[in-house]
């Protein structure tokens, strides 16, 4: 049973641009979150996926965007890049059932925003 | 509005001593913790929890203890070992029994010394 994995690990990106970051859950996972961890500070919750829907989101601005995948696989966008945004993000699965009390995180991109 | 608050942004214990991380909360409607450790380059592995109609849950080396009317929870580490050296984060989520939206602290880098 393979982990969640994420791509890239590192990036680097130019003020005002785009970029997706990619994750795919483990197996038999069907929701999916994503979280901002800025340098010295803990992970922020920014959007969770279940059944290809968004159905939670935490304190960011639209241009955080996502996808869920029939396979349950999922990107984050993000437009007009800011340097904020630089951090390491975070990508997490968890099972079928609800109420899982397990979040299964991926190692995270690193994104440095220039 | 930090709703999950850690005070220490590190700790150095002995190898084979007590090692006490805290964690306070200001949200009262949250009544399940958990903690995650995090080593550089990994995702934030979860290690214990602890649901509000308990004081205490241990599983090994790793006791957490919750104090509902402080709104304080502890994680004890009985004997501390080198390779418990990571970052160390509690969480909460917003509904009891999840590991999904969670609002994490800040973290504490624990350092077990030989």
């Known amino acids: 049973e393979t982990g969640v994995t994420q791509s890239p690990t590192h990036l680097i990106k130019t003020r005002g641009q785009q970029v997706t970051l990619r994750c795919s859950s483990q197996?038999?996972?069907?929701?999916v979150s994503w979280y901002q961890q800025a340098l010295g500070q803990g992970p922020q919750f920014i959007f969770q996926y279940y059944r290809e829907e968004e159905n939670g989101r935490g304190n960011f601005p639209p241009r955080f965007s996502g996808l869920q995948f029939p396979n349950y696989s999922s990107e984050l966008n993000v437009n007009a890049l800011e340097l904020d945004d630089s951090a390491l993000y975070l990508c997490?699965?968890?099972?079928?059932?609800?109420?899982?009390?397990?979040?299964?995180f991926g190692q995270g991109t690193r994104l440095t925003v220039v | 509005d930090q709703q999950v608050k850690q005070n220490s942004p590190s700790l150095s214990v002995q190898e084979g001593r007590i090692s006490i991380l805290n964690c306070d909360y200001t949200?009262?409607?949250?009544?399940?913790f958990l903690w995650y450790k995090k080593y550089p380059a990994e995702g934030p592995t979860f290690l214990i929890s602890?649901?509000?109609?308990?004081d205490k849950n241990e599983d090994g080396r790793f006791t957490v203890f919750l104090n509902k009317s402080a709104k304080h929870l502890s994680l004890h580490i009985v004997p501390s070992q080198p390779g418990d050296s990571a970052v160390y984060f509690c969480?909460?989520?917003?509904?009891?029994?999840?590991?999904?939206?969670?609002?994490f602290g800040s973290g504490t880098q624990l350092t077990v010394l030989p």
């Open positions: 949200n009262s409607m949250f009544d399940y």
């Open positions: 997490a699965s968890s099972p079928v059932t609800g109420g899982s009390t397990e979040a299964f």
């Open positions: 197996s038999g996972h069907n929701t």
């Open positions: 969480a909460a989520p917003p509904y009891s029994g999840s590991a999904r939206q969670l609002t």
């Open positions: 602890i649901s509000s109609i308990k």
